[in-house]
């Protein structure tokens, strides 16, 4: 059964770090591209990071330079380094990933970043 997730989650101040973990079973991380996104309470859907099957990381201006995602094939597991957090970080993070022709998303963790 494939399933995704994600950890890590918390309150954070401004410009602080936190460290996302998804955690995949039922499928190999090797096999496919895996992605991060984001959701702000009344706003939609926004991309946050794609580690492809190629090895390849890209991230949107609005993260570039401050998040990193990374991965560990031995424990199956996607990771979202955040550094220099700000208010606007603030959402819900998913990772998902297509498999078997299926999008798939795990159940979020929050993070909110507030003084």
């Known amino acids: 059964q494939v399933q995704l997730v994600e950890s890590g989650g918390g309150l954070v101040e401004p410009g602080g770090s936190l460290t996302l973990s998804c955690e995949a079973s039922?499928?190999?991380?090797?096999?496919?591209?895996m992605n991060w996104v984001r959701q702000a309470p009344g706003k939609g859907v926004e991309w946050v990071s794609t580690?492809?099957?190629?090895?390849?990381?890209t991230y949107p201006n609005s993260v570039k330079g401050r998040f990193i995602v990374s991965k560990d094939n031995a424990k199956n597991t996607l990771y979202l380094h955040m550094n220099s957090l700000k208010a606007d970080d603030t959402a819900v993070y998913y990772c998902?990933?297509?498999?078997?022709?299926?999008?798939?998303r795990g159940q979020g963790t929050q993070v909110t970043v507030s003084s």
């Open positions: 039922g499928f190999s991380l090797i096999d496919y591209s």
């Open positions: 998902t990933c297509t498999v078997s022709g299926v999008y798939r």
């Open positions: 580690f492809d099957k190629g090895g390849r990381t």
